[in-house]
């Protein structure tokens, strides 16, 4: 079994040694892996760490560092070291974040109890606030209903992170699965895309991998007038590919059409808050109102009137809402109960109009 682990680097110098390191510390017998480190042209001595880190290891992980001539993202990075890839399966790691002591053994322990799954997923550790992001998981639970895993992901249960995902290649490869470059949030439309090819899912309840929260990473720096725009353009970008690829009615004995549709609405009513709290430049606001009305337009082609008149809270006046703090606190409890009403029409519909 081989692994690819991926890394992209760009202005990590204090996180990177000990990301580095945690990956020569897995116990990997009997394993292949290559760890693969691509420089997004930072501006610190982060590469300065990675090359001396790595020219004094010995050991099992065979590292291979690619640079890219300009700064070009971490979408661009990712999809640099998928290309150069050669593992059966991908782990993607950010640079800032570490794996737990013997994560990747345990990982792959799993897999080898389930070979024909495409995806493993370990827990991750907050480190903020030292929580988990599956904290009801107590054992292994291999789903193999794409009904299950894919309606979990639309639902938020299952986390859109890129990193701290055992994949399989050939799935990526043969579905062309790369992140949008240029973009922020790409997770988002890239675990779309994902799910909706995967077979199968196994979710493990130890922790594998440590989230540290870096303040001045892109998602947690300030806002100004430019993050802002590129913040709804990512979000319009990313939107407007979740929308060009509607779920295969085929693929599931229910009707996902709602939960698709509040899952792209999620996203939309996040850039809409955003917009009410910063200046964002006309052609980029032009965009973002072409992909709202895009979302309604669709909701009312598939007759869901019930959905139709809940994304009216996408649009001026009723967008005004958001500025109240009591409606964003109850927003997810509003949209869970949208959902499940809206479920109960599903009998009214045909599955195979989420192609009109």
Avoid at 29 to 41: A, F, K, Q, R
Avoid at 123 to 135: P, Q, T
Avoid at 335 to 349: G, K, M, P, Q, Y
Wanted: hydrophobic share 40%; with cysteine; proline share 4%.
């Amino acid at each position: 079994m081989r692994v690819s682990i991926i890394i992209p680097i760009y202005n990590v110098e204090p996180y990177l040694k000990r990301c580095l390191e945690s990956v020569m510390s897995q116990n990997v017998t009997g394993s292949d892996v290559e760890c693969i480190l691509v420089d997004d042209c930072g501006t610190d001595r982060s590469m300065d760490i990675a090359r001396e880190v790595t020219d004094g290891y010995q050991g099992p992980v065979n590292f291979l560092l690619l640079s890219h001539e300009r700064n070009r993202g971490l979408s661009a990075a990712r999809n640099t070291g998928l290309h150069y890839a050669t593992g059966d399966f991908v782990l993607f790691i950010d640079s800032d974040d570490y794996l737990m002591p013997g994560a990747l053994h345990y990982m792959l322990e799993h897999l080898s109890l389930h070979p024909d799954v495409d995806m493993v997923v370990g827990n991750v550790r907050n480190k903020k606030d030292d929580s988990l992001l599956f904290c009801h998981l107590q054992e292994p639970w291999l789903m193999d209903d794409p009904d299950i895993f894919f309606g979990r992901m639309l639902h938020h249960q299952i986390y859109l992170y890129a990193w701290n995902k055992l994949i399989r290649r050939s799935l990526m490869m043969e579905y062309n699965i790369r992140f949008i470059e240029d973009i922020i949030y790409e997770d988002q439309a890239w675990s779309y895309e994902l799910f909706s090819h995967l077979k199968s899912v196994l979710l493990l309840p130890e922790v594998t991998y440590v989230y540290e929260f870096n303040p001045s990473s892109i998602v947690n720096t300030t806002f100004t007038i430019e993050k802002a725009d590129k913040t709804i353009w990512s979000y319009t970008i990313s939107c407007n590919r979740i929308m060009d690829t509607p779920p295969q009615p085929d693929r599931y004995k229910r009707d996902m059409t709602v939960d698709y549709l509040l899952f792209v609405t999620n996203f939309l009513m996040i850039g809409v808050d955003l917009m009410s709290r910063q200046p964002i430049t006309p052609n980029v606001a032009k965009g973002f109102c072409a992909v709202k009305r895009r979302q309604m337009l669709r909701a009312l082609r598939y007759g869901r009137l019930l959905l139709a008149c809940f994304f009216l809270l996408l649009f001026w006046p009723f967008s005004l809402l958001q500025r109240f703090s009591l409606f964003r606190h109850h927003y997810y409890n509003i949209e869970s109960v949208i959902n499940h009403v809206a479920h109960l029409t599903d009998c009214l519909h045909k599955k195979n109009n989420l192609y009109i």
